[in-house]
């Protein structure tokens, strides 16, 4: 079993639908991240949680540390937001553990 | 702001070579790590660098190996290239440990 699990695997939405992504860990962890990965391979760092919720733009973040669950939200999806979701935990110093990410899909 | 670099880009390599990629992090940034993704495995974490010292090493063999320098650069080689090594190579550089990555474009490496 993976240490991170993620749901789904793939989405396909239509433009303007509220996306959910969710992240399920086994193990304690100091922090979770959520990351962003176009075609090509660059990542981009969305969200670093220990606790509670963070929001950017149309992007939500909210961790439950005693259930060990993360989702990530995305309101009014736009085709833009196509891409992978990757959820990642920290564990001190012991480098980061991935998801194997959503392929998100977002149809205009 | 200059992110961060990572050189070269692509790479192209033969079984049983050795290849040596680059990592330069964000100014001020102490700490530098360095992930494997492929297809198969999805990402995982090979090593971090903090203060030109190696805190921490993922479950890859020996063949991977890194260093960092006094001005926080980095790199990692990889020793006797096998088929399975072809991967993109991605690096992430943070002010310190906890406080978030900023991740480089990735060098893509093709072992033939």
């Known amino acids: 079993k993976n240490e991170v699990e993620q749901s789904p695997q793939n989405l396909t939405a239509q433009e303007g639908e509220f996306i959910t992504i969710n992240c399920s860990y086994s193990?304690?962890?100091?922090?979770l991240h959520w990351l962003q990965q176009h075609p090509g391979g660059g990542i981009v760092s969305l969200f670093m949680l220990s606790s509670g919720k963070k929001k950017h733009g149309r992007l939500i973040a909210t961790i439950n540390i005693q259930e060990k669950h993360s989702s990530l939200h995305i309101t009014a999806s736009h085709p833009r937001d196509s891409a992978v979701y990757i959820c990642?935990?920290?564990?001190?110093?012991?480098?980061?553990?991935f998801g194997k990410g959503t392929h998100l899909i977002i149809q205009p | 702001k200059a992110g961060v670099t990572q050189t070269p880009r692509y790479l192209i390599k033969t079984r049983g070579q050795q290849v040596t990629l680059s990592c330069s992090p964000i100014?001020?940034?102490?700490?530098v790590s360095w992930y494997q993704q492929t297809p198969g495995q999805g990402l995982q974490f090979l090593f971090e660098?903090?203060?030109?010292?190696?805190?921490n090493k993922g479950n890859f063999p020996g063949r991977f190996s890194g260093r960092q320098f006094s001005n926080s650069r980095s790199e990692m080689n990889v020793s006797t290239l096998e088929l399975g090594d072809s991967a993109l190579y991605l690096c992430a550089s943070s002010l310190d440990p906890g406080l978030g990555y900023t991740f480089g474009s990735g060098t893509r490496l093709t072992v033939v």
């Open positions: 100014s001020g940034h102490r700490s």
């Open positions: 660098y903090f203060s030109e010292t190696q805190r």
């Open positions: 193990v304690g962890i100091s922090a």
């Open positions: 990642a935990v920290e564990r001190g110093a012991d480098g980061l553990t």
